[in-house]
């Protein structure tokens, strides 16, 4: 077998009770496409600086900007993804807007995230 040959099975064998667990606790296809649109905003290298950025500290456009060498209008442009994707939020202060993470979570997924990566 090549190295990154798939194994299969040598005869067709449907397992039923297998089956049926499946199907019992398989989510709903609406829930499963909103998960697959999450991950997607996690596909993007400059989303997930922010994020880095954010663990640290709320800061406003300005502030990532410099921290990240970009222009404020690319870095308002991916936190406007971010926040629609319910993973920032923002306050007003003032004249400027305050962008931190949306919860806890976000720093979950990101954090197991870089677990998976960092495994050898």
Known sequence: MKKNELECCESTEVHEELLAQVRE????????????????VFGDSTR??????????EVCVCDL???????????????R????????KSRREGKSVFYSLA??????????????????
């Open 25 to 40: 606790n398989l989510p709903q296809e609406e829930k499963l496409y909103d998960l697959s649109e999450l991950f997607k």
């Open 48 to 57: 997930i600086r922010i994020l880095f950025v954010l663990f640290e500290a």
């Open 65 to 79: 900007a410099a921290a990240l060498g970009m222009t404020q209008s690319a870095v308002s442009h991916q936190l």
């Open 81 to 88: 993804i971010l926040k629609q994707s319910k993973l920032v």
């Open 103 to 120: 919860d806890s979570h976000v720093r979950t997924i990101i954090d197991q995230g870089m677990e998976h990566v960092e495994e050898e």
